[in-house]
């Protein structure tokens, strides 16, 4: 019998983080040919890039970063430098920028108590949310995610994650920016509209 966990109680990966050259490309990839549902998109303020998150099963996503600035892909280079709020969180093309693990809504302020009760050095508690900032200091019915992030020994970012509210239609409202930097209009948003069409529909 394998050894049980109890420290943290694990619910799987909540996503798993890569940056991409080309969103509509990975747009085009992973929901039209891999199959898998485009859950939630957001353009990162201050137009920093995209962050699209894909429906893998079980709760669980692959979500892609989207830089204007990113560096080409280069081996070796596989990590922020910083932790959100830190510094500079941008990696390379084909990067694994985090790893988040999904826990327990119900139980995220005690694990955050208990990285820090360890020696963990970890961000504040971000409470990402639709507002302009994207973050809120305070748990509020518009937050769909809570995360921490911290490093392991090797420098690889990873984050405790717990899921809110499910999303809806309404979450994916953003057309994915090509490697030039231009925005591939009608791409997630006109397939979204479609889809909320035929749902209503059917109804």
């Known amino acids: ?15 798993l983080a890569l940056v ?7 747009v085009e990839f992973y929901r039209d040919v891999l199959g898998m549902p485009l859950v939630k998109t957001l353009d990162l303020p201050g137009g920093r890039g995209q962050h699209f998150f894909f429906d893998i099963g079980n709760g669980d996503s692959l979500a892609f970063f989207w830089f204007d600035s990113a560096p080409a892909a280069a081996p070796g280079i596989a990590a922020p430098e910083a932790l959100p709020t830190k510094g500079n969180f941008m ?3 084909g990067s694994m920028n985090h790893i988040a693990f999904n826990v327990p809504a119900e139980r995220f302020d005690e694990y955050y108590d208990r990285l820090v009760s360890k020696g963990v050095e970890v961000t504040q508690i971000l409470n990402h949310d639709n507002s302009p900032t994207q973050s809120a200091a305070e748990l509020n019915d518009d937050v769909y995610v809570r995360s921490v992030y911290f490093f392991d020994p090797d420098g690889v970012c ?3 994650a ?11 409202a953003h057309d994915p920016m090509q490697a030039d930097g231009v925005k591939r209009e009608g791409l997630v948003v006109r397939h979204a509209l ?4 035929a749902a209503l529909v059917g109804a």
């Not at 717990?162 to 994916?172: N, R, S």
């Not at 479609?194 to 069409?197: F, I, L, N, R």
Request: charged content about 25%; glycine content about 2%; aromatic content about 12%.
């Open 1 to 15: 019998m394998a050894e049980k966990n109890t420290q943290f109680e694990f619910c799987g990966v909540n996503h």
């Open 20 to 26: 991409c050259k080309d969103m509509a490309k990975t």
């Open 91 to 93: 990696s390379a093309h």
């Open 158 to 160: 990873l984050e405790f």
């Open 162 to 172: 717990a899921w809110t509210k499910p999303f809806t239609d309404a979450d994916v």
């Open 194 to 197: 479609a889809a909320a069409d």
